[in-house]
C-alpha cells in the first residue's frame, strides 16, 4: 500500500486584534480592523462595515498522484490547526503535509500569504482551499446570482472589484506572472460569497487546467500572494489596483510596432455550404458556376483575377493600407470547418492562380494577407470531408503557415482563426513570439486577453457581435495599444462617435474590401473626422 509523509501548508494571520487607519484620510472616516481568535480571523471592518462572515480556512479540494501515474484524493481531515498570533500564522496539518496562511492587515488592505510545503513522496497537483467567507454589507454592484468572480491570472492582472454602497473591496493576485484561480466562488446568495484561491478550475477545465498547472513536487513549496484591498464607494479602479496593472505592464512590456492605421479590407471569395456539384467549394458564391473542368479551371482564372482587379480599386479608393484573403483555400466544408486556414492546402484550381491573385495586390502597392489556423486540417481516411486536429506545437504550426505566405505571396497580415475558446484563448505568449519573430507582419488573433495587445492588434467584430474599439481596461495597462475592428455589413451609423473615438486612438477598421458597400461612406467620414 502507498503511504503519504507530510505536506505542509501555513497561512499567516496577524495579531489577535489590530486596528489600522490609513494617514490621510477625511475627517471621521476609519481604516482597516482585524481581529483574531484561537481559529484563525474573526472579523474584518471598513469604516465600520463587516466584511467576514467565517473567517475559517480550510482546503476543500487537493490530489496526488503517485510515481506509478494514478491520482488519489489526498486526506483533508486536519490532523492539528493551531494560530500562533504572535507570528500571526494559522497552521493546519494534514497527514499528507501542512497549508499554512498569514494575514497581515495594513491601513487599507488585508495580505494574504498562503504557503504549501509538500513533504510527501507524491506530487500535489491540484489544489483548493476557501480562504473565508466574505460577507457583504450590501450585495456588490452587477454581482448576478450564481455568478462567480474570479480570474486566473492568464493574461491579465487579477483585480476583482465589489462595489457596495459605501465601499469599493478589491480582490487581487499580488504575483502577476504565475497562473493560479483567485476570487468568489459563485453562490445563489449576492451578500455572502467564500473566497478561493485554486490551482485548477471547475469551470473548462479541459482548456484551463494544463495553462493553470502548478504541481508541487516532493519536499518542495509555493507560496501565494494575495490582498483584500478597501476603499470609500466611488474611488476609482486605479487607486485599488493600479500599481498591479503597472506591474503587470513592465512584466509583459508592450512592443508591438505598427504604423499605418489606414483600414484593412476583407476578401472573401467564396460560400460555405454552397452545395453546387461543379464548384464544391462555394467560389463567388455561384452554385451554377463550372469551376472544376478544363474550360471551368481557366473561367475561374479570369474570373478571380478580374475580382482582384475589381478589389484593388476599391481599396484604393477607401486607401487601404492592404487586404487579408479569408479563404485562400475555398470553403468546401461546412460551418465551422468553413476555410482551411492553411495556405498550403490550395485545391487544384486555386493553386495555379494564387500567385497572380496576390501579385494583382501587391503590384498596386498594397499590403497582402491571409486567414490562418492554429489547428492541422487532416482528411479523414472515410472520405466525409476534413477535421480540424490541435497541433502539438501550435505555435510551430503558425509559424510555418507565417513563412509559407510571406515567402510565396508576400503576405504581411495575418488574421488568426480559432486560436481557443472566446473565454480561453490559447497563450498569450505564443502570439507574442510569433510577433516578436516576425515584426513585419500584422497578426490579428480571434480571441484575446489584455497580454494579447502587447505583440498583436486582436480582432474584434461590430458587424456581428456588436463590440467596439480596444476596450479601456486593456488601454489602462497599454495606452499604445490597438485591434483591428470588423465594420465588415454592419451599420457604423449608430455608433460612429465612438469610432471616431476608437480610430483616433489607434484602432484599424476592417471593411469589405470587394465591391463599395454602403457604409464605405461612413467609415471614410470616421477617419477624416479622427484626423487620419
Not at 500584422?442 to 456581428?464: D, F, I, K
Request: charged letters at 25%; a negative charge; glycine letters at 8%.
Amino acid at each position: 500500500m502507498h503511504t503519504f509523509t507530510r505536506l505542509t501548508v501555513f497561512c499567516l494571520l496577524a495579531p489577535l486584534a489590530v486596528t489600522t487607519h490609513a494617514a490621510a484620510e477625511p475627517e471621521g472616516a476609519s481604516g482597516l480592523t482585524a481581529a483574531f481568535d484561537d481559529n484563525g480571523l474573526h472579523s474584518l471592518q471598513f469604516a465600520g462595515e463587516e466584511f467576514v462572515q467565517d473567517g475559517a480556512f480550510h482546503v476543500s479540494h487537493a490530489v496526488m498522484r503517485r510515481w506509478d501515474g494514478g491520482t488519489a484524493a489526498a486526506d483533508l481531515k486536519a490532523g492539528r490547526r493551531a494560530f500562533d498570533p504572535e507570528k500571526r500564522r494559522l497552521q493546519i496539518s494534514y497527514p499528507w503535509g501542512e497549508v499554512g496562511c498569514t494575514y497581515n492587515p495594513e491601513a487599507d488592505r488585508l495580505r494574504l500569504t498562503i504557503d504549501l510545503t509538500n513533504q510527501s513522496d507524491s506530487v500535489l497537483t491540484e489544489f483548493t482551499a476557501e480562504i473565508m467567507q466574505t460577507r457583504f454589507p450590501q450585495p456588490p454592484k452587477g454581482w448576478q446570482p450564481h455568478y462567480p468572480q474570479r480570474n486566473f491570472n492568464l493574461g491579465s492582472p487579477t483585480t476583482l472589484f465589489a462595489a457596495c454602497e459605501h465601499t469599493t473591496v478589491a480582490a487581487c493576485n499580488e504575483d502577476v506572472g504565475r497562473p493560479l484561480q483567485f476570487g468568489w466562488a459563485g453562490r445563489e446568495s449576492l451578500s455572502q460569497r467564500p473566497l478561493i484561491v485554486a490551482t485548477v478550475s471547475d469551470w473548462m477545465g479541459e482548456m484551463l487546467n494544463p495553462m493553470l498547472s502548478r504541481p508541487l513536487y516532493p519536499g518542495q513549496s509555493d507560496r501565494f500572494e494575495l490582498s483584500l484591498r478597501f476603499a470609500a464607494a466611488g474611488a476609482p479602479d486605479e487607486q485599488l489596483a493600479g500599481d498591479l496593472w503597472k506591474r503587470f505592464a513592465e512584466v509583459h512590456p508592450y512592443r508591438l510596432k505598427w504604423d499605418d492605421r489606414r483600414p484593412i479590407g476583407a476578401l472573401f471569395l467564396s460560400s460555405s455550404g454552397l452545395g453546387a456539384e461543379k464548384n464544391p467549394r462555394g467560389w463567388l458564391n455561384e452554385k451554377a458556376a463550372d469551376f472544376v473542368s478544363e474550360a471551368g479551371r481557366q473561367a475561374f482564372r479570369e474570373r478571380v483575377l478580374a475580382y482582384a482587379q475589381q478589389s484593388v480599386k476599391v481599396l484604393q479608393g477607401m486607401d487601404c493600407q492592404g487586404m487579408i484573403t479569408w479563404d485562400i483555400e475555398g470553403q468546401e466544408y461546412p460551418h465551422a470547418t468553413s476555410y482551411l486556414g492553411d495556405p498550403r492546402s490550395l485545391p487544384p484550381e486555386m493553386e495555379p492562380v494564387a500567385d497572380a491573385y496576390f501579385k494583382t495586390f501587391t503590384d498596386a502597392g498594397l499590403r497582402v494577407g491571409i486567414c490562418i489556423r492554429p489547428q492541422l486540417p487532416v482528411r479523414t481516411a472515410y472520405g466525409d470531408g476534413v477535421r480540424q486536429l490541435e497541433a502539438a506545437d501550435a505555435e510551430a504550426n503558425l509559424d510555418a503557415k507565417i513563412e509559407y505566405g510571406k515567402k510565396r505571396w508576400g503576405c504581411t497580415l495575418f488574421y488568426i482563426d480559432s486560436n481557443g475558446d472566446p473565454n480561453v484563448p490559447m497563450p498569450a505568449e505564443w502570439f507574442c513570439r510569433l510577433a516578436a519573430k516576425h515584426p513585419d507582419c500584422l497578426l490579428m488573433p480571434e480571441h484575446e486577453n489584455p497580454q494579447y495587445y502587447t505583440g498583436t492588434a486582436p480582432y474584434r467584430c461590430y458587424a456581428n457581435l456588436k463590440q467596439l474599439g480596444t476596450p479601456d481596461y486593456v488601454r489602462r495597462l497599454y495606452p499604445d495599444a490597438f485591434c483591428a475592428l470588423y465594420i465588415g455589413h454592419g451599420d457604423p451609423e449608430p455608433v460612429k462617435a465612438q469610432l471616431i473615438e476608437d480610430v483616433k486612438r489607434g484602432d484599424i477598421l476592417v471593411i469589405h474590401g470587394w465591391y463599395s458597400a454602403d457604409n464605405h461612406k461612413v467609415v471614410r467620414w470616421i477617419y477624416e473626422q479622427a484626423g487620419k
